[in-house]
């Protein structure tokens, strides 16, 4: 079967660093892709990584370790308006799966 | 640019009456369509998907359906809803052949009486 495991929630504090992990197990793997959805709104796209590393996009990047099945999401200089749910999603076969969601709230 | 365009945007609809949600993407060809339903704060799960004018895969047996009449329109219907159908539909798309991320239409949120 095909799994995407995630935290459900995380709390960090404004201005601080967040991390938020993602394991898979997939049949097929052609890339891990994070996205961020605030409540009432629809998912957007935030990173994708094809190749183990680091990809790096303004305040957020994104790791990826496919000998791990493992990823994770990093959010740094953390405002308030990050405040959301985010979730990993992996291309396997035709169709990407997704996790089920870390909400992250965040401190003043 | 490529859109995508979803509607409506919230719909209130009585249990056994039927249903369609339409999305359209503009600015490309031969796009891969997915259906997803998403509950009150949970996540996303995939109704359906098309890599082709009336090619559907379904993934979750149910009393909805899906076309593609066109190769840009996707439809979500059913003859009759549920209370479980309730939640939070979304269409998205992305290029054929790619790994590359989805992007969403800005979704219908569904409420069966």
């Known amino acids: 079967g095909q799994s995407l495991e995630q935290p459900s929630e995380v709390t960090a504090v404004e201005g601080a660093i967040v991390q938020i992990n993602c394991t898979y197990q997939t049949s097929g793997f052609y890339g891990l892709s994070w996205y961020q959805q605030h409540d009432g709104g629809a998912p957007t796209f935030l990173s994708y990584n094809g190749l183990d590393g680091l990809e790096e996009t303004g305040r957020f990047s994104s790791f990826l370790s496919r000998s791990d099945s493992y990823g994770y999401l990093l959010l740094q200089e953390l405002q308030m308006k990050d405040s959301a749910s985010y979730f990993c999603a992996v291309r396997g076969d035709d169709k990407i799966i997704f996790g089920k969601g870390t909400r992250l709230h965040i401190l003043p | 640019s490529q859109t995508i365009h979803q509607w409506p945007a919230t719909l209130v609809q009585p249990v056994g009456s039927p249903l369609s949600l339409e999305c359209t993407v503009e600015?490309?060809?031969?796009?891969?369509l997915y259906w997803y339903r998403q509950a009150a704060g949970r996540g996303l799960q995939l109704l359906f998907y098309?890599?082709?004018?009336?090619?559907i895969s379904s993934e979750v047996p149910q009393n909805l359906s899906a076309s593609r009449p066109q190769d840009r329109q996707f439809i979500l219907s059913s003859k009759k809803l549920l209370l479980s159908d309730s939640g939070f539909y979304l269409c998205?798309?992305?290029?054929?052949?790619?790994?590359?991320?989805?992007?969403f239409g800005s979704g219908t949120r569904l409420t069966v009486v």
């Open positions: 998205a798309w992305n290029f054929q052949g790619t790994a590359y991320g989805y992007t």
């Open positions: 600015g490309t060809s031969n796009p891969n």
């Open positions: 098309s890599i082709g004018i009336d090619q």
